[in-house]
């Protein structure tokens, strides 16, 4: 029963701080012990799974509080930060510029392959379509 407790406390500690050694620390637990439940107990590897997943939303989500704060503060480099990885007017650009040679012709397919990958890549041949 206390085993139980103290993986039930260690993965508590895990859902607030992603990192297993703050939550062993914080648990009591040795890194060792987890390490060792972890590959012995498939239930408690897909729980201490599931904790991490949790902490890591929780410290995204106190991070954006963080970012909108400062944005609303007006601090700048916040601002551009959140936009050029948020709102595609301001995402980073990217132009490559060139032209292609061949040493041997291409087919009707294999030129039909080569303009859907750079389709798919968002790449134009000098042209805007």
């Not at 239930?43 to 929780?58: H, K, N, P, R, V």
């Not at 400062?70 to 595609?88: A, C, F, M, N, Q």
């Not at 292609?100 to 009707?108: A, D, G, I, N, Y």
Request: include cysteine; glycine fraction near 4%.
């Amino acid at each position: 029963m206390k085993k139980n407790k103290k993986r039930d406390e260690f993965l508590e500690q895990l859902r607030k701080v992603p990192i297993v050694l703050i939550a062993c620390q914080k648990s009591g637990l040795s890194r060792n012990s987890i390490y060792r439940w972890r590959k012995e107990d498939e239930a408690f590897a897909a729980s201490m799974d599931e904790a991490l997943q949790d902490g890591e939303t929780y410290i995204n989500e106190m991070s954006e509080a963080q970012m909108l704060n400062k944005i609303k503060e007006g601090d700048w480099s916040v601002t551009r930060y959140w936009l050029s990885h948020r709102h595609p007017k301001f995402k980073e650009k990217v132009e490559i510029s060139g032209s292609l040679k061949t040493v041997q012709e291409l087919s009707p397919d294999q030129e039909e392959l080569v303009r859907n990958a750079l389709k798919l890549a968002d790449i134009t041949l000098g042209k805007h379509e």
